[in-house]
């Protein structure tokens, strides 16, 4: 079976610029997450949406970060502007309900 | 604040031997526990879990235990192999199911 998918596996950008991020969670997965990592530190969550709801983005900077998950499956994080700061890892998980999360391989973000 | 600690940055081991990595919580809310494993450059990947209904959860070499009235967790690798070196996350849900992380633990098994 496969994985969590994630793309692209790295990316490089310039301060100021837009970036996006795509995930695929396991086939069956109602439940989808994003989290940030940083470096030295553990995921931390940024949004969780059951199907295509979005039902806890308490911690997602919605200034300059947005995400969606039209049809329930597929899902993509934008960060628009990027700034420093936003250079982590940026993780997606899925799960059955609310059992067991299983992580994708994360996209690492560099901005200059 | 951090919620979730492992307050050991890293911990070394001889092959065959046990290793033990400790995990504190602060949240009594909290009702199921987990470890995960990530290797570099790759996601975390499940290892074991705990209900607070349990003391105790056994799989293969892995063994979780929780101490709720401390507020601790600890996972034991017996025996440990080089193949176990990884960074090792403890992480910690209430009803929402949301994960949080503590900062890791690098565990290096020396052959």
């Known amino acids: 079976e496969a994985g969590v998918v994630q793309s692209p596996r790295y990316k490089i950008i310039e301060k100021k610029q837009p970036v996006a991020f795509w995930c695929n969670p396991i086939?069956?997965?109602?439940?989808l997450y994003w989290y940030l990592q940083n470096l030295g530190q553990g995921p931390e969550l940024l949004i969780r949406y059951e199907n295509e709801e979005a039902v806890d983005d308490s911690q997602l900077p919605k200034d300059r970060f947005s995400a969606e998950r039209l049809k329930g499956v597929d899902s993509t994080l934008k960060i628009q502007p990027a700034e420093l700061g936003d250079s982590a890892v940026y993780l997606c998980?899925?799960?059955?309900?609310?059992?067991?999360?299983?992580f994708g391989p994360g996209t690492r973000l560099t901005v200059l | 604040d951090q919620q979730v600690k492992q307050n050991s940055p890293s911990l070394s081991v001889q092959e065959g031997r046990i290793s033990i990595l400790n995990c504190d919580y602060t949240n009594s809310m909290f009702d199921y526990f987990l470890w995960y494993k990530k290797y570099p450059a790759e996601g975390p990947t499940f290892l074991i879990s705990?209900?607070?209904?349990?003391d105790k959860n056994e799989d293969g070499r892995f063994t979780v235990f929780l101490n709720k009235s401390a507020k601790h967790l600890s996972l034991h690798i017996v025996p440990s192999q080089p193949g176990d070196s990884a960074v090792y996350f403890c992480?910690?849900?209430?009803?929402?199911?949301?994960?949080?992380f503590g900062t890791g633990t690098r565990l290096t098994v020396i052959p």
């Open positions: 705990i209900s607070s209904i349990k």
């Open positions: 998980a899925s799960s059955l309900n609310q059992d067991t999360q299983y």
């Open positions: 086939s069956g997965h109602n439940t």
């Open positions: 992480a910690a849900s209430g009803r929402a199911n949301n994960l949080f």
